[in-house]
């Protein structure tokens, strides 16, 4: 094992150095020579930190405890009981590892459920239409809606329907898939701007670029002031099918049935356990974090379940390694991502007050723990030099992909205000395909893809941590932006 | 437009000398110069239809309808009001497009309706299990069936339970993906194994190599005698998921609730269009053909619409072209195929008496029509003879598969008892994705590939159909196999 010889009064002059020094460039890092050797200095434990998880004592486990994990909680939508359980077991387990400070902090978040739904075209001809209603919608009646068909491609489209002719009606939005921010706005927005015109329901076709007869849920939003009217996801193939003969002038009469309910709010819990520093404690912390929650279908495991285990095994394989950094790396699971980044909202708030002084660097994952390509890094010019030298280190991993603000979801508020943020990078091409989805399972993990998500996450949050200087930031002061999705 | 000047005297004379000259070997075929000479002179006929079909007046017609037809009728479910709404769409167009006896033959067919369905894991923790239940199979009680799990992978592992660990159990068979005809087992037979042990009902794992969490239905079978109990297929994920759970002996409980019913049978019709012959009308027809029903799921564009179009088109077209061979092209759309080769059962049975001299070669498309590779032929070596000398016209797919009596689902009987058969070819390595579920909708097909197909069908069936002899045949006597699936 290496450990740094620097010392406290060292670390703060290699920092003014280099805050004073050195005006980087992506393309022209100028970083004294004593911060390149430092980091340098580390290439060794890197290497070691790798080999023990890749193919040493820790290959296989990631997995392993993701697949006992799935398996043993299933889906854990927020306001169950088998996500609070989940996090009893995730605050158990880490306490047996010997982590740090263990412990939940609690946040007031959502509480929806879905219940018995379903939908059938029942003119001009039969056919169930497979569905799942978007999260925080509105139920339908007890009888359900049975309302004739309108069908638009576009937000464009729908405005230019006179109301009259909206009226009453369930609208099916089947937008041609572009991207999740792009095509997104729909599963948000459609719900009001069609109660606005009159509408009975409205249902939208799964954010997806690939499908076989699957829909995919997710969050609505509902506008203040606007009728709630019930928001479902539809398959693909069928959105098209009501839009192709909504094109041709048939008449289609949809019948929906939805229990769902948004119940009182309810308190979850954000998950946390350290690897604590040995120079810092709760100042300049190493956060790396996924979400704890998942929708109701599948078992959240690539959303997010690997994100939570690649952060919570890079902490215990740290210390079971007998590593331990001058700053504290501190794992979070979030909660409540999916109902719109709950759980982290309160965290944010909770944390504000000190959080230039208590965060260094904000890690997440949560776009699939997929074979690893790398690592997406946003920060300032200093923070991105710093970063390419430590990228450098990593087997396989060498270089890095600057982001500039967009990196991950529950730590975007952080990283759009400037702090240094960190996500995975990985083979997540389809992604989309079962985003949300009762495809989202322990089928979609590699265990050997885990182990270097893993390797990659606690060797660079290791690094990061154990520094002689902070990773720089220029933070715009805390306000909660209330708009996130 | 070229046509044969044989006459029917030097057609039979040509027959005789074939039949008692040659003796052929797939790898030696040592056919008549003349027989080999009539063939070749079809070359510029084939090429004239391919490129009508390919890339002239009608390219691009064959997808057109099938996109129309499915968009009018959706899924056809044997005794289904639109099942028998699309057969008289088929009857009339095939009139207004000219063809000959146009007409329908009933059948007395199953009347299975799925009615609202779910099942749910309520222990030990709460998820959907997405599920479609059986073709066929009973529903259960009006309050569902809640029953503790049992899971195997294996009817060997099955049979290995003592009886009173299953009494009353919902048993989950989860065989891995092998093949259709090999899994295919565990769909029609685990009902009647598990009832026969005490099973309250049985969950099989979708027949499938692949899933984004996607049931897929198709028929189960009820053993005589033995207790009737509900089946349904789950998604491979949830299989997986309940399997591995049983293994390390957690508790489950799964609520599952099926309306399934078996209605009285029902009249449904073979649906049949032809080119007659010139030479022949009742005799040595040339069938080509697919089926008109589909599941309840998706729109049943693969399964079987595709097939029921390239032969439909294929006879229209060659029509439209002003072609007419010797003898009769006739395309019948089998109805009820789904619920177990009812439609052709009660065909074959109608026209068993003469059906040596009225049938000559038996084409059928059902294992999708993605972009076609050739066609497979099953027949005696004198057959596979001519048929290579034929495949060698078709510009493009110059070869063929010989598959020794496996060609097709409807006309399998045929062809096991000796009559020649034709299926397509095609790049259906995904088909099993789809099969049977919300997926197998338009999306599935393509323009250029139906193009292709139903030119490769109109060609190979013009030159069968106005050949100077028959494609010769050993056929054992009819006898009705009521194994067949």
Known sequence: MLRMKLTFLSALCATLILVGVVTAHESKCKLPRGIRNEIRQYQPLVESIFNQIVSGEYAGKTWESLLDFTDRFGPRLTGSKQLEDAIDFAVEQMSNEGLDNVHTEEAIVSHWERGREWAQLVEPFHKNLPMLGLGKSVGTPEAGILGEVIAVESFEEFENLPAQLVQGK????????????????????????????????????????????????????????????????????????????????????????????????????NTIGELEGTMYKNTSVVVVSGHMDSWDVGTGASDDAGGVFISWKAVSFLKAMGLRARRTIRAIFWTAEEQGLEGVGVYEQQHADNEKKEFNVFFESDSGTYEPTGLDFSGN????????????????????????????????????????????????????????????????????????????????????????????????DYSYNTDRK
């Open 170 to 269: 369930i609208v099916v939005f089947a937008p041609a898939w572009v991207s999740y921010g792009a095509t997104g706005r729909y599963r948000y927005e459609s719900a009001s701007l069609a109660a606005a015109k009159g509408a009975a329901a409205v249902l939208i076709r799964s954010m997806t670029p690939f499908s076989i007869g699957t829909p995919h849920t997710g969050t609505t939003q509902y506008e203040p002031g606007v009728r709630r009217i019930p928001a479902a996801a539809i398959t693909v193939e069928d959105a098209m099918l009501l839009l192709r003969k909504f094109r041709r002038g048939d008449k289609m009469v949809i019948h929906l049935k939805m229990d769902a309910i948004n119940l009182e709010p309810t308190i979850s819990r």
């Open 381 to 476: 010019e200093v923070a991105q030099c710093i970063f390419g030298e430590i990228a450098k280190l990593m087997p396989g991993f060498e270089d890095f992909r600057y982001t500039d603000g967009v990196v991950g979801s529950d730590i975007g508020n952080w990283v759009e205000r400037g702090f240094p943020g960190v996500s995975l990078r990985n083979k997540n091409e389809n992604y989309f395909w079962y985003h949300h989805t009762d495809g989202d399972t322990i089928e979609l993990e590699d265990s050997g893809a885990l182990d270097k998500s893993t390797a990659l996450w606690a060797a660079t949050a290791f690094v990061i941590a154990d520094l002689s200087i902070d990773i720089p930031k220029n933070v715009v």
